[in-house]
């Protein structure tokens, strides 16, 4: 069983929508993080959060460490918004990632 | 300011050749990391540099893969006699400090490195 396992694996949705990425993990943290990554292109870090909850823009991130888990919300979700979103802990100094919520938004 | 910087963007070997991997970090940036990241999975940890020495190389599948970074910056990842399963995209990330829950601990990515061994 992977120490990170997000869902869902592949996501679609129409403009507008609200969405919703879980991510669950096994291990001890110091913090999680959540990252962008589209096509081709290079990883952009969106949050890292250690508790509550922070909001960015139309993104908004939970953790809920007790239960070992975060959820990543897009409001109003667009077509540019279509990524890879990956779930990452730190248990120590080093990343362990989740495998990816892949999302396309229509318009 | 300048981002992590790769080089180079893209490598086509062949089964059994040497290749090295440039990053440039963030100025001032101690950390550094280097992940590889296969088709339609999430990046996986090889090593971990705070300053000059490797903190933590547990990541590194084998010892064809070896990594230095002499002067605490830049960081060269040198694959020996390269196989079909080394073809991946290889990723740099630094930060200020090493991970954790603050702030300066925050990992910045740069665009990857992708070897693809024939």
């Known amino acids: 069983k992977n120490e990170v396992e997000q869902s869902p694996q592949n996501l679609t949705a129409q403009e507008g929508e609200f969405i919703t990425i879980n991510c669950s993990y096994s291990?001890?943290?110091?913090?999680l993080h959540w990252l962008q990554q589209h096509p081709g292109g290079g990883i952009v870090s969106l949050f890292m959060l250690s508790s509550g909850k922070k909001k960015h823009g139309r993104l908004i991130a939970t953790i809920n460490i007790q239960e070992k888990h975060s959820s990543l919300h897009i409001t109003a979700s667009h077509p540019r918004d279509s990524a890879v979103y990956i779930c990452?802990?730190?248990?120590?100094?080093?990343?362990?990632f989740g495998t990816g919520t892949r999302l396309q938004v229509f318009p | 300011g300048a981002g992590v910087s790769q080089t180079p963007s893209n490598k086509v070997t062949e089964k059994g050749k040497y290749v090295e991997l440039r990053c440039d970090p963030i100025s001032g940036h101690t950390a550094l990391y280097w992940y590889r990241q296969s088709l339609g999975q999430g990046p996986e940890f090889l090593i971990y540099?705070?300053?000059?020495?490797?903190?933590?190389d547990s990541g590194l599948p084998n010892d064809r893969f070896f990594a230095v970074r002499p002067e605490g910056s830049v960081s060269t990842l040198k694959i020996q006699r390269t196989e079909r399963g080394d073809s991946a995209v290889y990723l740099c990330?630094?930060?200020?400090?090493?991970?954790?829950?603050?702030?300066?601990?925050?990992?910045?990515f740069g665009p990857g490195t992708r070897l693809t061994v024939l």
């Open positions: 990452a802990v730190s248990p120590t100094d080093k990343l362990i």
């Open positions: 990330a630094s930060s200020l400090l090493p991970s954790g829950a603050t702030l300066e601990s925050e990992q910045f």
């Open positions: 291990v001890g943290i110091s913090a």
């Open positions: 540099f705070q300053g000059t020495g490797a903190a933590d």
